[in-house]
């Protein structure tokens, strides 16, 4: 796509008529759940159908959503203590206009390619936590490439400033509010470490150093973006739930993934000994006692770890893995995410642990990653014509569901 860009700017918070507007000598310390996950921006595309609002009317919305999350218009730093901090210095976001000689029907199917890294800003060497490209298509189409920082953000926090940006462009009041308070995970005393977390979420900064290898396959990898009729899954279901013993029902997600996880294991050929893993994201609003709200702005998420050997995978029915997967899951409950809380205080630093979670990896063989987002409401993006007809994430060449 000769996709051609007429401006690109930074943007600010607007405070609509406030006299007083906030500090912007304030900062927020990254949490536990900041630093432990992906330290790199991630990419969206949204598509929408004529007639949609003029650029101006997305540009205000912006800024006023801006005005309600702040953190997403402030920068990363060390604050005086030297720990990671988000300065709400309201230095802004980039904002970038372009257009296409070409129409959406033109350009379609939108697939996972390098093509559509020209659909929104690059994200490398990014000083602004958030990047919103509005590309006109010559039929009238809009595409949004919206990216942002994952050490801000989680993807169910991310996709609440989208719809409170959908409800500003609507002239709606922006609600739910965002509850900020990222001082919430507070380490017990003593601490109590119920479960092994080196290996896990963190692991030796020199062990991590020696184990990751400059990947050389990132342009042999396609990715591929599939489709599953309700027919076929609603016999995965069946077919997990039958021959599980007790009929115990579980999820499509659970039944779904374990079918990939046997086909993609079987398709690469491993050895029968060989253990093969998944890293599923498990969001910790609902897991934790007291639960924390949906609006929680911030990363809270931990991972699920199902593995098995090769040859039992295989040679066992699709309701072995799918036990497995549903296992690992529950294991990640309240006292999991406490006694993660007390670890990463207390012993990171303390240990020279850094994070597992790492982006830069695209090869993953033996193992899988998984990311579900079932759950949040990225199709909630409204900016007055209804949701997007597209919703996807960028072209990201690596190994992962």
Not at 277 to 296: A, F, Q
Not at 338 to 343: K, L, M
């Amino acid at each position: 796509m000769n996709v051609r860009v007429e401006s690109s700017r930074i943007i600010k918070p607007f405070y609509d008529g406030k006299k007083d507007p906030p500090s912007t000598k304030q900062h927020i310390p990254l949490s536990v759940f900041d630093k432990v996950t992906y330290n790199s921006h991630v990419a969206v595309i949204y598509a929408y159908r004529p007639p949609t609002p003029q650029n101006a009317i997305l540009e205000l919305g912006l800024r006023k959503a801006l005005a309600q999350y702040r953190e997403f218009a402030g920068r990363l730093g060390l604050n005086d203590k030297g720990d990671g901090a988000i300065f709400l210095n309201d230095e802004g976001m980039r904002f970038v206009e372009a257009s296409i000689d070409s129409t959406l029907d033109q350009a379609m199917p939108l697939k996972p390619s390098p093509a559509l890294l020209s659909l929104h800003p690059s994200l490398k060497g990014v000083e602004e936590l958030v990047q919103v490209q509005l590309t006109r298509f010559s039929c009238g189409s809009l595409v949004v490439g919206y990216t942002s920082h994952h050490l801000v953000a989680d993807g169910q926090a991310t996709s609440n400033f989208l719809v409170a940006w959908g409800q500003a462009c609507r002239g709606l009041d922006i609600r739910p509010v965002p509850f900020n308070d990222r001082t919430l995970f507070v380490p017990r005393e003593p601490p109590i470490f119920e479960f092994e977390h080196n290996g896990v979420e963190f692991m030796n900064k020199k062990l991590k150093d020696n184990y990751i290898v400059e990947d050389a396959f990132d342009e042999e990898i396609v990715v591929h973006k599939v489709h599953f009729a309700v027919e076929f899954l609603a016999k995965l279901k069946a077919r997990a739930s039958s021959s599980n013993g007790n009929n115990e029902r579980y999820s499509t997600f659970k039944c779904l993934v374990a079918h990939l996880w046997r086909a993609i294991t079987k398709a690469r050929g491993l050895n029968g000994f060989e253990t093969t893993m998944m890293r599923i994201s498990v969001n910790g609003r609902v897991r934790l006692n007291p639960k924390v709200p949906d609006e929680y702005f911030g990363n809270l998420v931990l991972w699920a770890f199902p593995s098995a050997k090769v040859k039992d995978l295989l040679r066992e029915p699709l309701s072995y893995a799918v036990k497995l997967i549903d296992n690992a899951v529950a294991k990640v409950n309240n006292n999991y995410f406490q006694s993660f809380i007390d670890f990463a205080t207390h012993k990171v630093e303390e240990e020279g642990l850094v994070p597992t979670a790492d982006m830069n990896k695209s090869v993953l063989c033996p193992n899988l990653e998984v990311d579900s987002w079932l759950r949040i409401p990225f199709y909630d993006l409204d900016f007055g014509g209804g949701s997007p007809f597209i919703f996807m994430p960028s072209y990201f060449p690596t190994e992962v569901l």
